[in-house]
């Protein structure tokens, strides 16, 4: 039976990951409208988790199959909440070069923006880009990429999201 970890048994790994995989949102830049002007948008959030659960497979460990769900809170540039993201992650390698494929769900104004993706590089909390399979609302027809940075790791894990739509 899998029993959840709350977010202090989480490596600074997992709870990057998660983060990879949650924001978007309606912007600190916005770039134009993408359904209005046929043109490309750039939209940039951060991000900050504010729930984090891990289901272990083997419990004290990474393994293949772990599940994580999380919900994060989106922000623009000036710290003004403009939405939240939504998302699970199945570890698709376990160990030290620990993957996982997720699929994540940001609710915006105007929207729902859906993305999904790897994240592969834990240890340093490096960047990632993930693909934006759909949306709802003003972002019925989205498609492009989410790239994300890590801007922060004390005291909250904060990563900057670059939304591309095309």
């Known amino acids: 039976m899998m029993r959840p970890i709350g977010t202090a048994g989480l490596g600074a790994a997992t709870l990057v990951t998660l983060l990879a995989c949650a924001p978007v949102a309606a912007a600190a830049t916005d770039t134009g409208s993408a359904q209005a002007t046929d043109k490309a948008r750039t939209i940039t959030l951060l991000a900050e ?18 599940q994580v769900v999380v919900r994060s809170d ?45 994240y592969f590089d834990y ?21 492009g990429w989410v ?3 890590t801007i922060a790791t004390n005291p909250k894990v904060v990563r900057r999201f670059t939304i591309h739509l095309v």
């Open 49 to 66: 988790v504010q729930q984090l659960t891990r289901f272990p497979v083997t419990p004290g460990s990474v393994s293949q199959g772990d």
């Open 74 to 118: 989106l922000f623009d540039e000036t710290h003004n909440k403009v939405g939240e993201s939504h998302g699970t992650c199945t570890t698709t390698r376990g160990g030290a070069d620990e993957a996982e494929q997720c699929v994540v769900t940001y609710t915006l104004p105007g929207g729902q923006l859906t993305v999904q993706g790897m």
């Open 123 to 143: 240890p340093d909390q490096g960047p990632f880009d993930n693909a934006i399979t759909g949306g709802t609302g003003e972002y019925k027809k989205a498609r």
């Open 147 to 149: 790239h994300s940075d």
